[in-house]
């Protein structure tokens, strides 16, 4: 299985602040990233895809880059709404994996 | 709007079997698409358990050592998920979801999601 680790686990920021997660592979997936936003008690929701691709909808705030085994997430400007824990998910094989989580804290 | 609701038994004993359903609107279901199911223990990560294509074909995630099974009944719109011999391990909150694709291309994610059923596997 293809091992997905994100860092950091948490961190605290501000509203206004760039947030950069990273999320890194046990083995080369091209770019076959998707990046997920759950915030308390709801369900996940795509965020992007195929590692730089944003999902319909979302803010153009959420940018993501990187390709192989090294991928990151960026917030450009934290807004409140943004607290929350995202996940990076590996679609190159199966069985299908997921970071470990990474929570946005004030 | 695509829409997916779980429905099921919210406890179950330990050595028995796990039963969800997940009733889908605004998609028909025979129009394509895998259709799956993930799972997250309480104030955990996620985990892929498998998914399954309109036509039956199906693929689990082998960490879940054959207790996985997954069916769709296109008649009702609906696909549902059995886990065998469940311990506590197994509770969780289980989401049903569907695959989406990029049209012409292989990259896929899940989209949308159900809001999920908690499930505690307790005697």
């Known amino acids: 299985d293809i091992q997905m680790t994100q860092s950091p686990s948490s961190l605290s920021a501000s509203v206004g602040d760039r947030v950069t997660i990273t999320c890194r592979a046990t083995?080369?997936?091209?770019?076959?990233l998707n990046w997920y936003q759950q915030t308390q008690g709801t369900a996940p929701k795509i965020l992007i895809y195929?590692?730089?691709s944003l999902q319909n909808g979302v803010p153009s705030r959420f940018s993501g880059s990187g390709s192989g085994t090294d991928f990151t997430l960026t917030i450009s400007s934290l807004q409140p709404e943004d607290f929350a824990t995202y996940y990076c998910?590996?679609?190159?094989?199966?069985?299908?994996?997921f970071g470990g989580g990474t929570r946005v804290e004030i | 709007q695509v829409q997916l609701q779980e429905s099921g038994p919210g406890l179950v004993k330990p050595s028995e079997t796990l039963s969800l359903t997940c009733s889908v609107s605004?998609?028909?279901?025979?129009?394509?698409?895998?259709w799956g199911w993930i799972r997250q223990p309480p104030g955990k990560g996620l985990e892929w358990i498998g998914n399954i294509y309109y036509s039956g074909s199906a693929y689990y995630n082998p960490s879940l050592k054959g207790r996985v099974t997954m069916s769709v009944d296109t008649s009702k719109n609906q696909f549902s998920l059995k886990l065998t011999s469940v311990t506590a391990a197994d509770t969780a909150v289980y989401y049903c979801?569907?695959?989406?694709?990029?049209?012409?291309?292989?990259?896929?994610?899940?989209?949308?999601w159900g809001q999920g059923t908690l499930v505690t596997v307790s005697s």
């Open positions: 998910q590996q679609s190159y094989s199966i069985p299908s994996t």
């Open positions: 979801v569907r695959r989406d694709a990029a049209d012409g291309t292989s990259f896929h994610w899940f989209d949308p």
């Open positions: 195929a590692a730089s």
């Open positions: 605004g998609f028909s279901i025979s129009t394509g698409r895998y």
């Open positions: 083995q080369n997936i091209s770019n076959y």
